[in-house]
């Protein structure tokens, strides 16, 4: 069984932690499925693992009372129309052992994205404000940019100071 984890950190703009939130589980999706059956099938198909992680408003309706919809494996895409992506290359992705960093393959990935100052670059023509509420991980299949895991998350409204430090865990 495939198991996902994360856990988000706000730093203010002299890197102290201004609020930490407890590991939370996340929903490993079916494309994630296919992404694996992809890379195992090999030829004939073109699957590329993580790509980056998108983030998005998610619906500002998920404040209220009756909170978010409860998030389904079936979920292939955020929200928002037109979320930020942060790029792999802006990914750290480590094996892990345990909770140890180790060069060789393991059953367990840690990826840790660090939203810095501004980023996104919110208010734009699609976002009112930067508050946060939603992300997956993306990779790619055979052209086409699928989820890998999503998570819909407590509102974090975004200062053009702080950072946002998000790890994320896979363990197949």
Not at 115 to 124: A, F, H, I, M, S
């Amino acid at each position: 069984m495939i198991a996902g984890y994360y856990r988000d950190v706000l730093l203010d703009r002299g890197g102290r932690v201004t609020w930490a939130d407890r590991v939370r589980k996340n929903v490993v999706v079916a494309d994630c499925r296919r992404l694996l059956t992809g890379f195992l099938h090999g030829s004939g198909t073109a699957a590329a693992g993580i790509t980056g992680l998108q983030v998005g408003k998610g619906d500002p309706a998920w404040d209220l009372p009756a909170g978010p919809p409860p998030v389904t494996a079936s979920q292939a895409a955020l929200v928002d129309r037109h979320p930020f992506t942060v790029p792999r290359t802006s990914l750290r992705i480590d094996y892990l052992t345990g909770s140890t960093v180790t060069a060789a393959p393991t059953n367990k990935l840690q990826i840790v994205a660090t939203l810095g100052p501004g980023v996104p670059d919110w208010p734009d023509t699609d976002h009112t404000d930067a508050t946060l509420r939603e992300f997956g991980l993306v990779g790619a299949l055979d052209g086409a940019t699928v989820l890998i895991d999503y998570v819909i998350h407590p509102a974090i409204p975004r200062d053009r100071t702080s950072t946002l430090q998000r790890t994320i865990w896979l363990v197949l």
